[in-house]
């Protein structure tokens, strides 16, 4: 990010590096006024996209979970990065990126520790902070879960959540039930994750506390398609592995060619196209965007097909958010290690039948003839039938209990060969675009900031999309006396009181004024002067064209309603 654009971040309360008054915390940012509210619009924005208009359901799940549930995710085993630690000056550093900073390679996440180790000696790395040599400094894995303990004692570790998702997976046999056992279902949430980054960079990009948007869609693989005719049309920029491996570059096609020439997971495919829409209308450039698919030496052993949105800010690109189809891999593993079933029952549209002796002993028979006995005695018969069907071919068979042979009749055993089944338990695939909330308000920031010359002299500004600013209307009286100053306080009442964000300044130079709001992406400015006394209108200026327009207060209201 440009450095006047870091400095406005900070000057105009967007977000700056938390608790500053004791020398800051590396890896922690607190949104300001304008930061908070521009979060506030974009996650809004999500909701209504990626809940509300797909039929989602959102959770809010603990942001600190036991140690059952990353063992089972496998989070306490491979959530790591790789460290690499001066042994002067006994800094660390993420030793894959020290290796991109220095050298041409552009995705060291994906080499082997021998192989970063070996590009370490070979280039004569030192360290970025001291100079030392890394030659032969080993590169270990270090894991990002912060640790803690629940309740006093640490008997019962816990950790912050890495991730949102773990949140919904470990819920499935409950959400299930909201969702009346019915697949496809999808459940979002929108929450704090933290990660002990080995070292935070690039302001909000990468920190220790980041909000992330993760929506679970649940599916039945054999069953369910996505509605991919409503988006078939939707153009994307896609950068496949083979174009990565090759020469190829980013090629533009519609998501249905895209499916069609089976370059994406049709599930996938449908969100890259939803997703694209809406990062435009957020205010994303879509020429410093596009969909890169994870290589196979990049792609989680679970993951069939997995594609990043990636911006370019500065010239290097940056990850947005994961589209993964995860299969069936997380609510096995939860399946595996609890004790509730991460199944869901899928009704056959007919009854079926299959191969699958089983008895029914008449009881009535059993109980009056072998008294005690004839409990064991059907046991008996229904593991007889599993192991030996034929043997029911005869009249009578017999089984052995306490070392006692009994022989039943047969015809008492209600011996069958077949079943008849409604259906079977599945375990459902999960289809998960994640989004990092932070790494978006960075972009839509660094693409949408602007600076050009006004009379002489330099204006900044950010051109936002009104749906996400922070404030949509800053309302001036042209001087506070002359009941101006009334009128104007008024009228910004009248505007919050509709539903607008107003922000109300009657300080400085008019001009000033413009710039305030010009910086803080304000796309309207009303300006109440003396006319205004007279005639009951006020001045409009837009924001990016700087357009004035005078408008009667009484369709100020319909006015900015249309154009926001
Ligand atoms: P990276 O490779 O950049 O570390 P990741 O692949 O580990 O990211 P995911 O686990 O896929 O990221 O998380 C989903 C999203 O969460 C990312 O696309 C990103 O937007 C966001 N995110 C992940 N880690 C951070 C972080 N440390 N700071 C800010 N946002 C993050």
Redesign the pocket.
């Known amino acids: 990010m440009s450095e006047p654009l870091t400095e406005l971040a900070k000057r105009r309360g967007f977000y700056f590096q938390s608790s500053g008054a004791y020398g800051g915390t590396a890896g922690f940012y607190t949104y300001g006024p304008q930061g908070a509210a521009l979060k506030r619009n974009v996650i809004d924005a999500w909701r209504e996209r990626f809940i509300t208009q797909e039929g989602h359901m959102e959770i809010d799940a603990p942001t600190v979970m036991g140690e059952p549930v990353f063992e089972a995710s496998g989070h306490l085993d491979t959530f790591d990065d790789m460290i690499i630690e001066c042994p002067a000056c006994e800094r660390s550093f993420r030793a894959d990126h020290l290796v991109e900073d220095e050298t041409p390679i552009e995705d060291a ?1 994906a080499m082997s520790f021998e192989a970063i180790e070996e590009t370490i000696a070979e280039n004569e790395l030192s360290c970025p902070s001291c100079g030392e040599s890394l030659a032969d400094v080993a590169v270990s894995a270090f894991n990002l879960m912060f640790e803690t303990n629940i309740g006093p004692g640490s008997s019962a570790p816990g950790y912050l959540r890495p ?1 949102t998702a773990q949140g919904i997976f470990v819920e499935f046999p409950q959400l299930k039930e909201y969702a009346r056992n019915q697949l496809p279902f999808g459940v979002a949430q929108v929450g704090r994750a933290y ?1 002990n ?1 080995i070292s935070p960079r690039r302001s ?4 220790r506390e ?1 909000t ?1 948007a993760e929506l679970e869609l649940f599916i039945d693989p054999e069953r369910d398609t996505p509605p991919i005719d409503r988006v078939q049309n939707v153009t994307v920029p896609l950068y496949s592995a083979t174009a990565q491996e090759g020469d190829g570059d980013v090629v533009r096609m519609t998501i249905g060619e895209a499916v069609e020439d089976e370059l994406v997971e049709e599930w996938i495919a449908y969100y890259l196209a939803i997703a694209a829409e809406w990062y435009e209308s957020v205010g994303i450039d879509m020429e410093r965007f596009r969909y890169r698919q994870h290589r196979p030496d990049e792609l989680s052993h679970y993951a069939s097909d997995t594609w ?1 949105a990636e911006v370019s800010v500065d010239g290097n690109w940056i ?4 589209f993964a189809y995860r299969g069936s891999y997380d609510l096995t593993k939860h399946d595996d290690h609890s004790n509730e079933e991460f199944t869901i029952f899928r009704q056959y549209d007919e009854p079926v039948t299959v191969e699958e002796p089983s008895v029914d002993p008449e009881m009535s028979v059993l109980g009056p003839e072998y008294g005690s006995e004839a409990g064991k005695i059907a046991d008996e018969l229904a593991s007889l039938a599993e192991s030996d069907p034929d043997a029911f071919d005869a009249e009578s068979v017999t089984v052995t209990v306490g070392g006692e042979s009994y022989t039943i009749d047969t015809d008492v055993t209600n011996f069958s060969r077949t079943a008849t089944k409604n259906g079977e338990h599945i375990t459902p695939h999960v289809v998960e675009p ?3 909330v ?2 978006l308000l960075y972009t839509i920031l660094a693409h949408n900031y602007r600076e050009d010359e006004v009379e002489g002299e330099r204006r900044r500004s950010l051109s936002l999309p009104s749906s996400i600013a922070p404030t949509t209307v800053g309302v001036f009286p042209l001087m506070t006396k002359d009941g101006l100053g009334d009128r104007a306080r008024e009228l910004a009442r009248k505007l919050r009181v509709a539903g607008f964000t107003v922000t109300y300044d009657d300080s400085g130079q008019i001009g000033r004024r413009y710039r305030r709001q010009d910086e803080i992406g304000t796309p309207f400015c009303v300006t109440v002067d003396h006319e205004s006394l007279e005639d009951d209108t006020v001045t409009v200026r837009e924001r990016d064209t700087m357009a004035q327009e005078r408008v009667p207060v009484d369709d100020l209201k319909d006015y900015l309603t249309d154009r926001t």
Do not use: A, K, M, P
Not at 319 to 322: A, D, F, K, N, R
């Open positions: 996440e991730e990660r980054e909000i990009v990468r920190v980041f992330q990043d990850e947005l958010t994961g994640s989004f990092g932070d790494r």
